[in-house]
């Protein structure tokens, strides 16, 4: 019982958990700025379908962050909240072209694929933990992030 943080989990393996999940809280919000910039910008002959698309993305994108920051704070320990340590720390990289809708759908499924693998790793991290609140949101997270790549993928044709 010493070694157990407020919420009795074990405290090592809550600083490696808020560790991970600083590490997604970095990946989430330069990839919820992406999907701004191409909201805001693109252009073209999908313009409509893509503008809504990117904004309901974006909207689910700020939910998940706030979601993320406060299971850094349940698990005893500080969210992360500067672009500069961010950018450090994403593998998903600013989008410099945000006006080509595929681009942007494929910057978007690269994206996902790097918010899927790291919440695989999250995943296997809280299930050793014992933490089923981290271990839920992840959960739910891969599934339907699952989803839309299976649904941007199609939008793309393949």
């Known amino acids: 019982m010493k070694n157990l943080n407020s919420i009795g989990l074990d405290s090592t393996k ?3 958990l808020a560790e991970k999940l600083n590490l997604l809280l970095a990946n989430y919000s330069v990839f919820y700025q992406n999907t701004r910039g191409y909201h805001w910008n693109i252009k073209g002959q999908k313009f409509f379908e893509l503008h809504l698309k990117f904004e309901e993305l974006y909207n689910d994108l700020f939910i998940k962050i706030d979601e993320v920051a406060e299971r850094i704070l349940t698990l005893g320990y ?3 909240h500067r672009y500069s340590v961010y950018m450090k ?3 998903i990289k600013e989008s410099t072209q ?3 809708g595929i681009k942007a759908v494929g910057d978007i499924l690269n994206s996902f694929k790097t918010l899927i693998t790291l919440q695989r790793e999250i995943l296997l991290l809280s299930e050793e933990a014992e933490d089923e ?3 839920a949101l992840m959960s739910d997270y891969i599934r339907a992030q699952e989803k839309l790549v299976w649904m941007y993928s199609s939008f793309l044709g393949k």
């Open 78 to 80: 500080s969210p992360d």
């Open 89 to 91: 720390k994403s593998g």
């Open 133 to 135: 609140g981290t271990n």
């Open 98 to 100: 945000v006006s080509d």
């Open 14 to 16: 809550s600083k490696q």
